[in-house]
């Protein structure tokens, strides 16, 4: 099998997962959304230290505590990650899996736009009629909500800036997850124990199997993240981008063919808006990757003497 087709393969096993979320997630009821987010996070700094001690891979710690900003940005990724984890399962446990899809189709345009307010970069034509596009789907969705849709906003935003403390650390996918929950998991823990201190605990109070899928929010966090960095390896960004609107279109269809949730004209309309300027920005990075190409097979002229 070459690269390519592994990495498509990977990649859509990734998304496939994510899209699928919601579906897990349900089975977590009576458990609370905060105690969920706990577990997710105890249980992914198990299962990745695990993994990493397997591989020998432990040492990596030393070298990246080294590296100046390494803690602060770690610090960061790992709040973010958290927020965007907690408003996912509090959109999916307060039956709002549509508008959580919502968010996932709304981030790359949100990473556009914080490419240009934080790193000031230039953008196209085109990016800019995407964003405007954007602009006026979120507006109109704010109409027929009967205010912002605050969690696909919290979702989009809090995953664009995870991303981008990420690139700039570069931590690969299993050393990244582990650190960030590292440093999640004493709030977590203290947490948990306050639960059940107060009798609120669920954890091995409702049944065998519901215990069992809690220990495995771990795995189900981890195995996405380790088959989308095997895909990122292997991809060029136009292949990734495309497979990227798998996991949200899935998340839609859970919300709106499984749990019923409702989809009136207006919202129809403000999502027609989102596709629209994805459509747009995805057309444009795909030109632009092919002028990419084209100009990088260019011959390299020869100096004269």
Known sequence: MTPLRLGYLYGIGAYLLWGFFPLYFKLLRPTGPLEILAHRI????????????????????RALLRRRGAVAGIVAAAALIAVNWGTYIYGVSSDRVVETALGYFINPLVVVLLGVTVLRERLRTAQWVALGVGAAAVAVLAVDYGRLPWLALTLAFSFAGYGL????????????????????????????????????????????????LLVLAGVATAIPL???AGAANRLPLTGLGMIQYLAPILQLACGVLIFHEPMPPARIAGFA??????VVFTADAIRQARRSRSTSRLPTPVPTP
Not at 53 to 59: D, S, V
Not at 180 to 207: C, D, I, K, M, Q
Not at 273 to 278: D, K, Y
């Open 165 to 212: 403390i990420k690139k700039r650390l570069g931590l690969p996918a299993a050393e990244g997850l582990f650190v960030e929950s590292a440093v999640l998991a004493l709030p977590a823990l203290g947490y948990l124990a306050w639960l059940s201190r107060n009798g609120g605990l669920t954890f091995g109070h409702v049944s065998a199997g519901h215990t069992a």
């Open 42 to 61: 105890v249980w992914s700094v198990l299962f990745v230290a695990l993994l990493l001690g397997a591989l020998r891979n432990i040492g990596f710690l």
């Open 226 to 228: 380790l088959l989308f």
């Open 273 to 278: 808006l989102v596709w629209l300027a994805l």
